[in-house]
């Protein structure tokens, strides 16, 4: 089992940028692909990117692809999402979630959850 811990979030400018970090619990977290989520309120949750288990494989939806990257650090069990050049429509609550072995775009395919963390963008 997996607990899941985000921070890092806050209010930042448009072109701005964060890094938020998303810490494990458990001893077997290098086994699961990792994804972080966001959603606004009254909107689906929607897929940001996720990392392989190992780090050697990302996935980033369209509307974040260059601007952010995912990456990991298995020895201090934490995933980490570097967010650039950030823009309004980016504000929402961020999620990470792990599941094993492979990631999905499909939150439901998510066994465990994080609290999420706010990030809003102002003009």
């Known amino acids: 089992q997996v607990q899941l811990v985000e921070s890092g979030g806050g209010l930042v400018q448009a072109g701005g940028s964060l890094r938020l970090s998303c810490a494990a619990s458990?001893?077997?977290?290098?086994?699961?692909?990792m994804g972080w989520f966001r959603q606004v309120p009254g909107n689906e949750r929607e897929f940001v990117c996720a990392?392989?288990?190992?780090?050697?494989?990302?996935d980033y939806a369209d509307s974040v692809e260059g601007r952010f990257t995912i990456s990991r650090d298995n020895a201090k069990k934490t995933v980490y999402l570097e967010m650039n050049s950030l823009r309004p429509e980016d504000t929402a609550v961020y999620s990470c979630?792990?599941?094993?072995?492979?990631?999905?775009?499909?939150?439901?395919?998510?066994?465990?959850w994080g609290q999420g963390t706010q990030v809003t963008v102002s003009s």
């Open positions: 990392i392989s288990g190992t780090g050697d494989m990302t």
């Open positions: 458990g001893r077997t977290f290098s086994i699961y692909s």
């Open positions: 979630a792990a599941r094993p072995v492979s990631w999905s775009v499909n939150p439901g395919m998510y066994y465990f």
